[in-house]
């Protein structure tokens, strides 16, 4: 079979290279240097030097084919340049994957620092398990996941950024193998993921734990935490670990760690200045209090202890009580105390005792009257 290079040499301008059949791979580095169509069918070009795919001429196309730099040294990361463009326009892109870097192509070009696969072996998925991968990336994405037990977050903004895997409770000795895609508007990256469910003891990831960093993300994400990676003591926001037990070393790193940026140092301060403002003014108000009551006793002692008066009694002004009204009152309600105790009999003679009394203080208060009247006609 010839060479793909060789193919597009032959190719005139316009024309379109396919690929042999569905799944083929090709193990070199090509130049396209024409306008044509490259037609992959799914297969591959991969090679360890950069670039893998060099375009210079425009109106090119390049349709259904994966793009992979397999480089030495870097087997961690994508790291080196897996399509580069020099030509005046950019070729015309359709379903192609890449693992490397894009150079030439505005909107794609930037550092990529993500892990080709992700063999992580035994890790404790009893009770689900929370797994943290820090990458960077130059442009925003859409993550994927192509494993039905492996959920993952659905964007990431450019930046240094954590995709957490969110992996459901397996049973111990299930294996799981899949990939997890990062679409941009152009072209799909895949991570190959790898892992076998354990029991807490034989595992080697716990939940929590970072699994894999990038070597520039703690450089480029200053405000990240120090925490080591594949820790299970790793803890982050929101994640407890699932390990109960946990070594003195790992006991120590989880307490020299760093909190997460924006979350401890944003909540603690506020509760503390809260709690300190609290006291300050109880003991304010305790000193304000104490202070009054001693003045108060000071000046009770001062003027000294007043002495009970007599209170006096002072009619109302335009109100004068009636004599007479008062007595026939009060006989009446004596008789009618008296009847509710005592027979009819007995009951007509309270009655005419009562008017009896009523007579007689009648003369009484004309008596009294007429002396005050005769005074005051010889006045």
């Given at each position: 079979m010839s060479s793909l290079q060789q193919m597009i040499d032959e190719t005139s301008s316009g024309g379109t290279v396919e690929f042999p059949r569905e799944g083929c791979e090709f193990i070199e580095a090509v130049s396209i240097d024409r306008p044509l169509t490259l037609n992959g069918r799914g297969g591959t070009i991969a090679f360890r030097t950069a670039p893998v795919v060099r375009v210079t001429s425009p109106k090119v196309v390049l349709r259904n084919v994966k793009i992979l730099y397999h480089g030495r040294g870097t087997a961690k990361e994508s790291t080196s340049t897996a399509l580069l463009v020099t030509a005046s326009t950019a070729p015309r892109i359709r379903d192609v994957e890449l693992s490397g870097q894009v150079s030439g192509i505005p909107g794609e070009d930037g550092l990529w620092r993500l892990p080709k696969s992700l063999r992580l072996g035994k890790v404790a998925c009893e009770a689900g398990s929370l797994l943290t991968v820090r990458i960077v990336l130059p442009i925003d994405v859409i993550v994927l996941s192509e494993i039905a037990e492996v959920e993952v977050g659905r964007e990431l903004s450019?930046?240094?950024?954590?995709?957490?895997?969110?992996?459901?409770?397996?049973?111990?000795?299930?294996?799981?193998?899949?990939?997890?895609?990062?679409?941009?508007?152009?072209?799909?990256?895949?991570?190959?993921?790898?892992?076998?469910?354990?029991?807490?003891?034989?595992?080697?990831?716990?939940?929590?734990?970072?699994?894999?960093?990038?070597?520039?993300?703690?450089?480029?994400?200053?405000?990240?935490?120090?925490?080591?990676?594949?820790?299970?003591?790793?803890?982050?926001?929101?994640?407890?670990?699932?390990?109960?037990?946990?070594?003195?070393?790992?006991?120590?790193?989880?307490?020299?760690?760093?909190?997460?940026?924006?979350?401890?140092?944003?909540?603690?301060?506020?509760?503390?200045?809260?709690?300190?403002?609290?006291?300050?003014?109880?003991?304010?108000?305790?000193?304000?209090?104490?202070?009054?009551?001693?003045?108060?006793?000071?000046?009770?002692?001062?003027?000294?202890?007043?002495?009970?008066?007599?209170?006096?009694?002072?009619?109302?002004?335009?109100?004068?009580?009636?004599?007479?009204?008062?007595?026939e009152q009060a006989a009446e309600t004596e008789s009618d105390a008296a009847a509710k105790t005592t027979g009819p009999k007995k009951k007509k003679k309270l009655r005419k005792k009562a008017s009896g009394k009523r007579r007689s203080s009648e003369k009484q208060d004309i008596g009294i009257f007429g002396t005050e009247l005769d005074d005051d006609t010889q006045g």
């Open positions: 450019a930046g240094t950024r954590e995709l957490q895997l969110h992996v459901q409770p397996l049973a111990p000795g299930t294996r799981l193998s899949g990939d997890l895609c990062l679409q941009t508007s152009l072209f799909t990256r895949r991570i190959r993921l790898n892992l076998t469910a354990s029991d807490k003891a034989a595992a080697k990831h716990h939940s929590g734990a970072v699994v894999w960093q990038a070597e520039e993300w703690q450089s480029l994400n200053t405000d990240a935490p120090s925490v080591p990676v594949d820790s299970p003591t790793a803890v982050f926001p929101g994640v407890k670990s699932s390990s109960k037990e946990s070594s003195p070393a790992a006991a120590a790193s989880e307490k020299s760690a760093d909190p997460p940026p924006g979350f401890a140092q944003r909540r603690i301060p506020q509760k503390l200045s809260r709690a300190s403002t609290n006291d300050s003014q109880k003991t304010s108000a305790a000193a304000d209090s104490q202070s009054t009551d001693s003045a108060f006793s000071s000046k009770k002692k001062s003027l000294g202890t007043p002495k009970p008066q007599r209170a006096e009694s002072v009619p109302l002004a335009g109100i004068w009580s009636d004599p007479l009204a008062e007595r």
